[in-house]
């Protein structure tokens, strides 16, 4: 990094250690082509592989301008909005972006630089120098991280900066993240750097070198002005990060292997991508299995009252949307008459529908009509708490579905969910849909854990449980 001569005793030293170090390794990873080169004098390039950073793709999701809180509060509607939101470190040059702010004299872009670190003095001071005439550049803290969506989503260009002495060597875990809102990049770094490579791979935005305060300043009028270069990049950039997903980089995400680059925002992230990944399928997995055992003596009884009670089968299957829109068959307690034709599509029932039997009502009130669904969770279909699966039809198909609304489909549907416990008596899609958006983009353990318990508390209760259970 430049502050030793590499022919001082302490780097001869460490030369000397990963000599010995890295040929004992069984294998080798590294998040860069560029620190590949770099190991290649003490390891074979066979041995190593490159597992780039990750984004989590069912997180940071596109938030529209419409109904984006985070635009609405820093009144941005209307403007091109150039943004960098990460470490103001010592190794960035995030205050290249106030320079070329004193450039720009729009009223139609505007600056946000949003962190904290070693340069927020610097950059405080700067902004101030622009004069109070320039009211261009907005300073913000840290935003909370279930907020990172919608602060991500409302940039028109993302700011990336990377030091010389680093930018062939890492690459910031933020500009994946970045891509996975569909924000176009504007790299700032060395030429040669890993963050150019990646942008001209993709061509999803552009690089400059940090004195090249005019090239900057006219990429970010050329973006704003010009729409159809916006919409192009924008979707190079959404299509890239998905050859960056969870899946793609498998599950190495121990908290003893992050690099340092890696925010504490984006560490948080990271815990929960080992809980959705891992341990939620097997918390689903093995309740359900225990759950199953215990109930059988219920299971047995609610059968043959529903025998007793209506001619027909004890179980009603139906085709539902499950995660990515795949088709799958859930199952609950027969609740409705056999011998009345239920059109396609008409899912809505209201109190004393003439189509429920007797016992229909007891299991639907206490939602033990449900249970049978613990057998979808033993295959995998659904998991205890997620937004709930629709009818395949209703209300409508998988491809009528907005880009934004299609993003409830990114994690499992659910037994219960944020919907069940906040409004449950509510059957208005249009007001349902956006608090399953809430739950994808806010869920982890806890916020699971603490549905899970209202949950369990519905199925005792069959009043309204909001009053008593804010989610």
């Known amino acids: 990094?430049?502050?030793?001569?590499?022919?001082?005793?302490?780097?001869?030293?460490?030369?000397?250690?990963?000599?010995?170090?890295?040929?004992?390794?069984?294998?080798?990873?590294?998040i860069s082509e560029g620190m590949g080169q770099v190991l290649k004098k003490y390891r074979s390039e066979a041995s190593l592989k490159v597992n780039y950073i990750w984004t989590d793709n069912t997180f940071f999701t596109h938030v529209s301008r419409e109904n984006n809180h985070f635009i609405k509060a820093h009144n941005l509607s209307g403007k091109f909005v150039v943004m960098y939101s990460g470490n103001l470190g010592l190794a960035g040059d995030v205050e290249v972006m106030i320079s070329v702010a004193g450039m720009i004299c729009r009223d139609d872009i505007v600056f946000i630089i949003i962190g904290e670190g070693a340069k927020k003095k610097l950059i405080s001071s700067k902004i101030e120098a622009l004069g109070p005439e320039k009211k261009n550049v907005i300073l913000l803290p840290w935003q909370p991280v279930g907020q990172l969506p919608y602060t991500f989503s409302a940039a028109s260009l993302a700011v990336i900066s990377l030091g010389a002495g680093a930018s062939k060597l890492a690459i910031p875990s933020k500009i994946f993240n970045f891509m996975s809102v569909g924000a176009p990049l504007l790299c700032i770094s060395e030429a040669g750097s890993e963050i150019e490579r990646l942008v001209e791979k993709y061509n999803c935005g552009k690089n400059f070198e940090p004195s090249d305060i005019e090239g900057i300043a006219w990429f970010i009028q050329k973006m704003a002005d010009d729409n159809v270069l916006m919409e192009k990049m924008s979707m190079n950039s959404l299509l890239a990060s998905r050859d960056f997903s969870v899946k793609n980089a498998g599950i190495s995400c121990l908290m003893a292997t992050l690099p340092s680059t890696i925010e504490f925002t984006e560490i948080t992230v990271c815990r929960n991508i080992m809980y959705k990944s891992f341990f939620k399928p097997l918390f689903d997995w093995l309740i359900s299995f225990v759950a199953i055992i215990i109930l059988i003596p219920l299971f047995l009884v609610v059968a043959l009252a529903i025998k007793l009670d209506s001619p027909g089968?004890?179980?009603?299957?139906?085709?539902?949307?499950g995660r990515l829109g795949r088709v799958f068959n859930?199952?609950?307690?027969r609740s409705m008459r056999n011998d009345i034709y239920i059109p396609v599509g008409s899912v809505i029932v209201y109190e004393n529908d003439p189509r429920i039997t007797r016992v229909g009502k007891f299991i639907r009130k206490t939602s033990i009509d449900e249970l049978p669904q613990l057998f979808n969770i033993i295959k995998g279909e659904i998991s205890f708490i997620?937004?709930?699966?629709?009818?395949?039809?209703?209300?409508?198909?998988?491809?009528?579905?907005?880009?934004?609304?299609k993003?409830?489909?990114?994690?499992?549907?659910?037994?219960?969910?944020?919907?069940?416990?906040?409004q449950r008596e509510i059957n208005d899609w249009n007001l349902n849909i956006p608090v399953d958006l809430e739950y994808v983009r806010n869920y982890s353990f806890f916020y699971d854990l603490r549905l899970f318990i209202c949950s369990v508390l519905i199925f005792f209760r069959t009043d309204n449980i909001y009053t008593r259970c804010k989610s």
Do not use: D, H
Request: charged residues 25%.
């Open 330 to 333: 859930i199952y609950k307690f």
């Open 1 to 30: 990094m430049g502050y030793s001569a590499p022919t001082s005793a302490i780097v001869l030293l460490w030369q000397k250690l990963n000599r010995k170090i890295y040929p004992k390794a069984s294998e080798v990873y590294t």
């Open 313 to 321: 089968p004890v179980f009603f299957c139906q085709e539902r949307l």
């Open 407 to 422: 993003v409830r489909f990114y994690v499992k549907p659910g037994l219960s969910g944020l919907v069940q416990v906040r």
């Open 386 to 405: 997620g937004p709930r699966p629709p009818v395949t039809n209703f209300p409508k198909k998988y491809n009528e579905y907005s880009e934004e609304e």
